[in-house]
């Protein structure tokens, strides 16, 4: 099939690379906030695994092309938009670009997280001239590639059999393992994408709560938590608390959701509570190393182990460490921070900030004359560390794990004074 792909979001680079690595001939269309030129040098898309080897693939192949408009009388089958929410007057645009040609039987995949209904709008853009389904992009940052090459679950809001047919049709390759797909209405399969993200927005901001009440009772909120996931109704998943959620994606979609309650009219107390749980979260240890010192931070070098949203990821994006990072500069306290990935994007965030901020390329180089250490993103690299090493580092031997990584009593073991999120442990002596 001849597809078109609009938009710089990680979505659209992993589409773009899943689909003309099939047979299909692929036209990518980069969005002018992001053109091809940066799109290709950004960080988060060159450490996404297998994505721009893909691609580069794709381009030496020539079945992609990278286009600066569209061309006149592009013919296309697919048009997949894939934009920010920011950009949906750009893809009103395009749907009405004249250099576009519809076939008799083009389909319009609205892979973006627009409000709900803006598939059926944009179809109407297009004159009927082709069927709108939505595919809500459900990738994992980190994992794209295998999110979209192994999907395990694709929402497809479709009402139109011919046009379910063609998108099946566009992505059988991904679809063989099992049936993948979830059917349902267009604004159902809308929903449902914010709907999801809002859930399990809930159970983590609830289960932080938890923490917080554990804490003031001295409970270890570990023992609460896999008593909770024993339950056959409750499970596991997104049950562990820390120190706040952030992502491009994510935190958006909530966002979203909260707009779509109050244009429906239906003002959310829950959601509102989620979101306020979590900003309040991003400075849970802030708090703690306030309460630690009793308000005397000036002057204090503080070390963080982490900066990206999650591991796997270089973007920083509503990221728990741009709140923290902020309430420790704000009381005179130097920082020094290591992330295997994002520190790029964090600099740029920050700007030139040589008093308050040093980079360092190694975890133990933060630590070295830090008088505390922050565990703030757990990357795989933080969770065995050399604790007798980092115990001779610290000045006031205390760490601060803001994703509950450690085992408390261990660390006590080793000299050190453990605060977690609803966890603490202190060593017998010091």
Not at 79 to 90: F, K, N, Y
Not at 297 to 302: A, C, H, S, V, Y
Not at 316 to 336: M, R
Request: aromatic fraction near 8%; glycine fraction near 8%.
């Amino acid at each position: 099939m001849r597809v078109l792909l609009y938009g710089s979001e990680l979505s659209t680079a992993t589409a773009v690379a899943a689909l003309s690595s099939v047979g299909h001939v692929v036209a990518w269309l980069p969005h002018g906030d992001t053109p091809w030129s940066t799109l290709l040098n950004e960080d988060w898309l060159r450490r996404e695994p297998q994505l721009v080897e893909q691609i580069q693939q794709a381009l030496e192949s020539g079945a992609l092309t990278v286009i600066a408009q569209p061309e006149t009388h592009l013919a296309v089958d697919v048009l997949w938009l894939a934009l920010s929410p920011s950009q949906r007057e750009s893809a009103a645009a395009l749907l009405q670009h004249p250099a576009l040609r519809w076939q008799t039987d083009s389909i319009l995949v609205n892979n973006s997280t627009f409000p709900v209904g803006d598939t059926e709008r944009l179809q109407r853009l297009t004159g009927e001239c082709a069927v709108g389904v939505a595919l809500p992009d459900t990738l994992e940052e980190g994992r794209a590639w295998a999110s979209f090459t192994r999907p395990g679950r694709w929402l497809l809001g479709c009402d139109d059999q011919l046009a379910e047919q063609k998108l099946r049709e566009l992505l059988r390759a991904f679809n063989r393992r099992r049936d993948a797909f979830q059917v349902m209405p267009t604004r159902a399969a809308e929903l449902t994408k914010l709907a999801i993200n809002g859930m399990l927005a809930t159970r983590i901001s609830y289960m932080n709560e938890i923490a917080g009440l554990a804490d003031t009772l001295g409970v270890d909120v570990e023992h609460v938590r896999q008593g909770m996931g024993a339950d056959s109704r409750i499970g596991y998943e997104y049950l562990y608390p820390g120190c706040g959620f952030g992502g491009p994606s994510f935190s958006r979609d909530l966002m979203r959701l909260a707009d779509v309650q109050v244009a429906s009219g239906r003002q959310s107390a829950l959601l509102e509570h989620v979101l306020d749980i979590n900003e309040q979260k991003k400075e849970t240890l802030f708090r703690k190393l306030w309460s630690y010192y009793g308000g005397a931070l000036e002057g204090k070098t503080i070390a963080i182990w982490g900066a990206a949203f999650k591991p796997g990821t270089a973007r920083i994006d509503h990221a728990p460490v741009l709140t923290l990072l902020n309430a420790l500069w704000a009381q005179g306290v130097h920082v020094k921070l290591h992330d295997p990935a994002a520190t790029p994007a964090l600099m740029a965030a920050v700007g030139p900030r040589n008093d308050l901020v040093t980079f360092v390329d190694n975890p133990y180089d933060a630590c070295e004359d830090a008088d505390a250490l922050m565990l703030v993103t757990e990357w795989k690299i933080y969770w065995n560390p050399d604790w007798k090493h980092l115990a001779s580092q610290l000045g006031d031997k205390l760490i601060l794990d803001g994703r509950n990584i450690y085992d408390p009593e261990f660390v006590a073991s080793c000299g050190l004074q453990y605060r977690g999120i609803g966890r603490r442990a202190d060593p017998t002596s010091l």
